[in-house]
């Protein structure tokens, strides 16, 4: 069996590790499977042929052979079942892992992407210096909320899962706007999982591909 991945052939980012081929790459290091990938154009994105692995044109698309995912939270938790090391064995403590993981997609990631949408789209609108502050707010009551549950543990629950892959990955995005720093339990808690040596192998990976070449 052959795992395949798609990414950008040239990153958005620049290689700052904020596309979601990152959480997949950082995935398949946590569990030690190798893995190809296989670097797409933005105009391949918009082909048929794309559109047939990823229906919305997005990155990444999982590959083993002729088995086909999209979504990175589907695939990671793919990963996560098919090999150790993402999900604890008892089934409550799985079931746990799993719940952060719907939780960083679906509770504590729309308000980040909603910032990068007022920021980067509507900036130019009448009304966005209103609305500004009224997203950051929705964010710091988020994150206040998820640091409150943090406490001092090392990680969501007693050891490091799928769920705080996860949930690490979608806390990087605020990293550039300041508003991450200002949560002192989290920006910790985000230090602690790009120390580990897969998340490391994983972010060398996609900065070889997408960093700037030296002059």
Do not use: C
Request: negative net charge.
């Amino acid at each position: 069996m052959t795992i395949t991945i798609t990414a950008f052939e040239r990153s958005p980012d620049g290689g700052k590790g904020l596309a979601r081929d990152t959480r997949v790459r950082w995935a398949l290091e946590e569990v030690g499977q190798d893995y190809d990938v296989q670097f797409v154009s933005f105009a391949r994105l918009k082909e048929p042929a794309y559109r047939a692995l990823q229906p919305f044109g997005q990155i990444p698309a999982y590959l083993e052979d002729d088995f086909v995912l999209f979504e990175t939270g589907s695939i990671i938790l793919h990963i996560a079942e098919r090999y150790e090391g993402l999900l604890p064995r008892d089934a409550h403590g799985r079931a746990r892992a799993i719940t952060w993981m719907f939780a960083s997609i679906g509770t504590v990631e729309p308000p980040i992407l909603d910032l990068a949408t007022a920021r980067l789209v509507e900036a130019k609108e009448a009304w966005s210096a209103d609305r500004l502050p009224l997203v950051e707010a929705r964010i710091h009551a988020r994150l206040s909320e998820l640091a409150a549950y943090l406490g001092d543990k090392e990680w969501l629950e007693d050891d490091f899962t799928a769920g705080d892959l996860m949930m690490v990955h979608v806390l990087q995005r605020l990293k550039p706007s300041g508003l991450l720093a200002e949560h002192e339990t989290l920006a910790a808690y985000v230090a602690r999982g790009e120390a580990r040596p897969a998340y490391q192998r994983a972010f060398a990976a996609q900065l070889a591909i997408n960093a700037p070449a030296a002059t």
